[in-house]
């Protein structure tokens, strides 16, 4: 094997090609990364492009629309949707139009736009890694090719409807109201502060999905997986107590440190140029957002010319009676095939395996999701957390436990099989594998988290409580899955995977622990709790009998919905 | 190969009778199938009976139900009515005896895309009630003979085409069918491979199996099938053996005799050649 290095040079040229052969083999690696910063803007202001861009643009939102209308309700609760998300951006502008109008008169402008921008920034990251950026599910890559654009033409299309999705027009609002508030106080011009907050969102994009094709990346591999969801726990659990830690031993300097810093940013940036009293200084501000800007457009497209890590086998022969296979043994001949092919399924899917390795951490997070609650409230906070574990840990998985198949479900149609075992042995997988979270989170919890005496109720109740819900959400997920089934695209790690059904039932889930914990927290004493400790033995004995009426009941609710629920998951163009 | 072409099937008929020895004549009965998608009737009253030891292609346009009336042979659709017999015995959805003595290969193929070749066929042939042993012989000479060997550590979503249908009849026919039901099984495959896929399936028919088969390759279905029906809007339009034609005979439809196949096809379906102005 020999490699051919090649360094395309050009003035405005930023890329480096590394082409690599492999001699005597027809597994040929190339990687394409022929963007360069000259055929972006030539391509940008081609008119034929403009014409595809604007076509494509259309067809995401009749995508979005049509998505929308295919079930009962959903039309109403698209127009729901984009009410509350207009209403929400109304409400983020009018806030920090007022920031702006109040910080000015204490003479502090720049460094609070600095920190409200900074916190817009962290949001849209934020926001976007548990909802998506919306744009590679419409248009992926691969689905782009078939349309007359060359590969920068897909990069721009891609990213550029990307940025067009509703979640950053939210934020733009909230960065634009800050800019009209300044504007109003007499700081900085509305014509300089738009397109601060144009260039200031590009970039927060630009982070994000530079930022996801890391975790996209990392997540190809079960070693960079596990070195990602050690970070997370670490971050989580280490992160706050280190922050919290500096603030209260160098208050001032920490907050200096960290202002300083942030004037390097993209909000420092946006900041300078949006308070501008200057021309220096909007210049200066204009000069970092370009250059961030161009810095990660130029990480983006080295990150997305890589080639996908294969999903090949480590061995070169066939290994027979893997940890798969002697599991599914365990469960002998009518369940055991089945329920291997699931764990595989689902240990192969990156989202699964992330969504799997991260969730136990909900448990070290009982003072962030509710602060201000006393030592008495640790009980009914631990319970509140490891109930919401139970909901949303691997909540892809359970509550769509076809999801992930595709056209392979047609397959438990032809097998000699009742189709509902199909759907047992998928649940049943789905129960062990977030069996074993619940017990990684109480480990943590046990490690991390707890910092009072323990006694053998409190053991009993967290662990009735956590496999209670664990039952509880397991058997709405056998229910979410016949009756509101969502096709997925197994390498995608990005966007909401739940349907319509799913969520209702995972927020739910979230929402009464958590408003139940807020309300009873001050009413009810850790010690009346422990007094009533077989009250959650009885709640783990309803939830399994539960679970065992479900599996029981299932199969006659199935009948009905099968034909359906094999066309949406294989796809109708698959039929 | 010869093993799971030829030899009696003990595995899928532990408790009754081999295919060779079966009292039932009849392989498929089908009495009044009738499928309809809301207003459109995609199989309409349907009626046809095929002896056992054929192999059967069952032809027609796109749309005409070819799909849909294999659905409902194999127990992926539900029919709205009529009856279906396979091998003397009632057929549903539900027939989980029956789906043990049948093989598929559907439209779609059904694959799980993630899985590896191996660990997919094993999973099937699990699921058929083989031993482990069996499943790991038959695994491996299957990968074997149909050129995946090599292929074997990757995952199914990065075979090609050919590749996929080729683990799809792997698939089908790993537990030695009574039945097969093959929708378009040539279709990608290379030529190669079609030889021995075929030679395969005359071997299967001639150990007293039975072979129902889509396809649009229609000299295919001339050299291979012994039987043939076409379907056309939901009913079968025309139906008759396709061997006399090797022997310099013709095939009768409507007082007209046809020298090809495909010239009967193309009078029952219609032949259409528009042209278009601006190509």
Same mark, same amino acid.
């Given at each position: ?81 984009? &009410? #509350? @998300?207009?209403?929400?951006? $109304?409400?983020? /502008? =009018? %806030?920090?139009?007022?920031? +702006? ?125 596990? &070195? #990602? @969801?050690?970070?997370?726990? $670490?971050?989580? /659990? =280490? %992160?706050?107590?280190?922050? +919290? ?331 | ?279």
């Amino acid at each position: 094997m020999f490699r051919y290095f090649r360094l395309f040079r050009h003035p405005l040229s930023l890329h480096l090609s590394v082409i690599t052969f492999k001699c005597g083999s027809t597994n040929q690696l190339s990687q394409r990364n022929f963007i360069t910063l000259e055929s972006f803007w030539k391509n940008l202001l081609r008119p034929d492009f403009l014409w595809h861009f604007w076509t494509l643009v259309r067809l995401r939102y009749r995508l979005i629309w049509a998505h929308a209308r295919t079930g009962n309700g959903r039309i109403a609760l698209f127009f729901v949707l984009y &009410l #509350l @998300g207009g209403l929400l951006a $109304l409400f983020i /502008s =009018f %806030g920090g139009f007022g920031l +702006a109008y109040g910080m000015v008169g204490n003479g502090q402008g720049e460094s609070v736009a600095r920190w409200v921008l900074a916190s817009l920034f962290i949001n849209g990251i934020g926001l976007s890694l548990l909802f998506g950026l919306g744009s590679r599910e419409a248009f992926s890559e691969d689905s782009l090719r078939r349309y007359p654009l060359n590969s920068q033409e897909r990069f721009i299309v891609r990213h550029a409807i990307g940025l067009l999705d509703p979640i950053w027009l939210i934020l733009v609002a909230g960065a634009f109201g800050l800019a009209i508030g300044f504007a109003r106080a007499g700081y900085g011009s509305i014509l300089i502060g738009f397109p601060a907050v144009f260039l200031f969102i590009i970039a927060n994009y630009l982070m994000t999905a530079v930022i996801l094709s890391i975790v996209g990346i990392m997540m190809q591999t079960r070693t960079g997986s596990a &070195l #990602l @969801g050690t970070a997370v726990i $670490l971050l989580v /659990s =280490f %992160g706050p107590l280190a922050i +919290a830690s500096l603030i209260t031993t160098r208050r001032l300097e920490v907050w200096q440190a960290f202002d300083h810093l942030l004037q390097l940013t993209p909000p420092g940036a946006a900041a300078a140029i949006i308070v501008s009293d200057g021309a220096a200084r909007v210049l200066g501000g204009a000069f970092l957002l370009f250059l961030w800007s161009l810095i990660l457009v130029y990480a983006l497209i080295k990150l997305e010319g890589r080639p996908r890590a294969s999903q090949t086998a480590a061995s070169g022969s066939i290994i027979w009676n893997d940890f798969y296979d002697q599991f599914g043994n365990l469960l002998g001949g009518k369940y055991g095939p089945l329920v291997s092919k699931s764990l595989r399924y689902h240990l192969r899917c990156n989202f699964i395996r992330f969504s799997l390795i991260t969730s136990p951490i909900i448990v070290l997070m009982g003072k962030v999701l509710f602060p201000g609650q006393g030592p008495e409230s640790f009980l009914l906070i631990s319970l509140a957390i490891f109930f919401m574990l139970s909901s949303a840990t691997g909540a892809a998985l359970m509550f769509n436990l076809f999801g992930y198949d595709s056209a392979g479900i047609r397959r438990y149609g032809i097998l000699p099989i009742p189709f509902a075992d199909a759907l047992r042995a998928g649940s049943l997988a789905s129960l062990f594998l977030r069996a074993i979270a619940v017990f990684v989170a109480f480990a943590l919890w046990l490690i991390f988290y707890t910092t009072r005496a323990l006694n053998w109720q409190m053991v009993i109740m967290i662990l009735s409580v956590a496999f209670g819900s664990l039952f509880l959400f397991n058997a709405l997920g056998l229910w979410t899955s016949v009756f509101s089934p969502k096709r997925l695209d197994f390498d995608a790690m990005l966007n909401n995977r739940l349907s319509f059904g799913a969520n209702v039932v995972v927020i739910v889930g979230i929402l009464i622990p958590f408003w139940g914990t807020m309300v009873l927290a001050h009413r009810i004493g850790q010690s009346v709790l422990l007094r009533f400790w077989w009250i959650a033995c009885l709640i783990l004995i309803f939830c399994i009998g539960f679970y065992a009426l479900l599996q029981w009941v299932i199969e006659r609710l199935l009948k009905s919905r099968r034909e359906r629920l094999i066309n949406l998951v294989a796809g109708a163009s698959d039929k | 190969m010869d093993t799971i072409l030829e030899a009696p099937n003990r595995e899928a008929s532990r408790d009754r009778e081999g295919p060779g020895e079966t009292s039932h004549s009849l392989a498929i009965s089908v009495e009044n199938l009738t499928k309809l998608y809301g207003d459109v009737t995609a199989v309409d009253n349907l009626s046809f009976d095929l002896p056992t030891g054929r192999l059967f292609g069952f032809l027609g346009p796109n749309g005409a139900g070819k799909s849909t009336t294999i659905g409902c042979l194999t127990g992926l659709i539900d029919p709205n009515s009529g009856t279906i017999n396979l091998l003397g015995e009632q057929f549903t959805s539900d027939s989980t005896e029956l789906k043990r003595r049948i093989g598929v290969m559907p439209e779609g193929l059904a694959l799980f895309d993630h899985l590896y070749a191996h660990e997919f066929l094993a999973f099937n042939a699990r699921m058929y009630g083989l031993d482990e042993q069996t499943v790991r012989g038959r695994v491996e000479e299957l990968l074997t003979v149909l050129g995946l060997n090599s292929a074997h550590h990757k995952r199914l979503a990065q075979f090609s085409t050919g590749m996929r249908k080729k683990v799809a009849f792997a698939a089908a026919i790993i537990h030695r069918p009574e039945i097969l039901f093959l929708d378009e099984p040539f279709e990608s495959i290379d030529p190669a491979g079609v030889a021995m896929l075929k030679d395969w399936l005359r071997r299967f028919v001639a150990g007293g199996r039975t072979v129902f088969m889509t396809t649009h390759v229609l000299e295919t279905v001339e050299r291979l099938c012994d039987d043939v029906a076409i379907i056309k809007a939901g009913h079968i339009a025309w139906r008759g053996d396709v061997g006399r034609l090797a022997n310099g005979g013709t095939l009768e439809c409507n007082g007209q005799q046809f020298t090809t196949l495909e010239a009967l096809f193309l009078h029952l379906v219609g032949e259409r050649y528009e042209h278009l102005e601006w190509l």
